[in-house]
């Protein structure tokens, strides 16, 4: 059964005869003073949720779009906020109470290859033929450990990426992930690519150097991966693990992932003990559930790459003994594996032998990109209109 909530602002105005308010999440506000500033019963809708559900409203941050709409005595009929670009909270008017839910953002994803001759930067280049600051970002930062633009590009160099774009309502939203990156300088093609592995090599299978070290904890073992959202069998609900957990023995050694300032370091409800660090460019790093906290790790501090911060623990809402590490950009969850990250193993044997069946496939796209001229249409990105198909609860598509 597919119930469509909301559609265009148009459409939903038409059939529903709704009036619908379209805002940005202010700076500073939490979910509770949300609810309190629209008059919204804070017992059903915060208290009484799971620790998970709870979790999930403290991802609202300044200027995420929501969209509220409204009954003709004005009284709130729905919300949906939308906490990533995969999962939404939906709020809504059930008899005399209000009900809460997490549930999915449809879009549909289609690969896209963009091609052009550089006329002044790569990322002049790419925001002037495409529109897209996040295109142009991505190119640059995938490039950014290993060549130099400022003095190695000239006019009429070639540039090629390949990417996958989600769209939504026919409109492209979210980050592009990048599957491919070449660049032509002097006359050699330098390559990026998206391993099967989630990782990025270079066209000599060398995994690509980032800022990032790939675990913060010696030989831990992946128990849990990163998922903007996931159907949970058994509580039968969606859910999102903003961060990946390394199971390892208590008391195992905590490293900062990369050097930076620590913000934070002590107990922080479900987190329990819990160090962030922030690093440049935006990004900042968290690691929950410590047993305790390295001597001397206090904020305000500065800490180098691979510098021991803490312990393995289990404090906070953890079921066993490991480390809960978050990787976020300006405030935004993002996957720590698809940040390009350091280490200068080579792949061989079998792995590489996948490697380079892919980096072929991948060549040959990227020669067809150079040798057509074909033109990219812009896009207009928008991020605030919400379209969901309403998965009942225990029937999972
Ligand atoms: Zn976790």
Redesign the pocket.
Known sequence: MIRIFFSLLLLVSAIFANTIERNRWKSGETFLIFLQNHNLPTRELYYNLDKDDQRLTEEMRSGIHYQISRNDDHSIDQILLALNDELQIHIYKQKNSYKFEAIPIISTTKEEVFSSKVISSPAYTIIKETGSKKLAQIFVSSFQNSLNFKNGIRKGDKIVMIYNQKYRLGRPFSMPTLKVAMIEMHHKKHFIYLNSDDRYYNEKARKVEGFLLARPVRGARIS?YFTKRRWHPILHKWKA?L?I?FAARRGTPVMAAGSGTIIWSQRMGSYGNLVKIRHSDGYETRYAHLKAFRRGIHRGKHVKKGQVIGYVGTTGRSTGPHL?FELRKHGRAINPLKVVQITTRKLSGKAKKSFLKLQKQYNKQVEAALDSNSTFVKQTPIQDVCYLKHTPKGNHE
């Open positions: 849990s693990h961060g957990d809960h």
